[in-house]
């Protein structure tokens, strides 16, 4: 999952940003609003997470933005302010979410996750396909009931194939959801973790899970 994050302290979004990333987010970080707005209408974020006090344009004005440009994306607003008047703006304009700073590393990982589920049914704690099953919340992979260990971007990966199991994605859909605006289209980056998540997954069974569409893209299948 591809996260903006606004924030317009350094060593605020230094640290939010390392924490998701830990978390198998792909994360870019934008410290104005007229910065986030630019990167929105490059970029197929899955949420948003906006600082209201910022420069340029606050978070109000940013997320008002995005929802008038048809984003329906979910926005997770962080502020200091924590008058029932400031939510209330935030949430009238557009926001789906509000959590007051300071805040719990693990508050705003859980916000996320339940903003994500509320976008998208789909998004449920435990996916299953065929002999694989993965735990969302917990971030965990089994396969016939042995635990797979896989690195955060191995999971964000696997993750992203088992949200669009039986469709065919191309490395194009891949780079914009999985890696964030550093990723090099010309690399062999995703054709390595592939392999990785192969050995990992499939090594050792009669059945492959993850299959390669020539000329197409990637397919996660139960058969």
Sequence with gaps: MRVLLVEDDHRIASFIAKGLRENAYAVDVASDGDQATYMASLNPYDIFVLDVNLPVKNGFEVCAELRKD???????????????????????????????????????????????????????????????????????????????????????????????????????????????????????????YIKRLRNKLDEGRATNLIQTRRGAGYILNDV
């Design 70 to 192: 048809g984003n329906s994306k979910p926005v997770l607003m962080l502020t200091a302010r924590d008058a029932i008047d400031d939510r209330i703006s935030g949430l009238d304009i557009g926001a789906d979410d509000y959590l007051v700073k300071p805040f719990e590393f693990r508050e705003l990982l859980a916000r996320l996750r339940a903003l994500s589920r509320r976008q998208n049914e789909i998004r449920a704690r435990k996916l299953s396909i065929a002999d694989l099953e993965i735990d969302t919340l917990s971030q965990t992979v089994r396969r016939s009931g042995q635990h797979i260990e896989l690195t955060a971007k191995e999971y964000s990966l696997l993750e992203f194939f088992a949200f669009n199991k039986g469709r065919v994605v191309g490395r194009e859909e891949i780079s914009e959801h999985v890696w964030n605006e550093s990723f090099d289209p010309f690399s062999n980056l995703i054709e390595v």
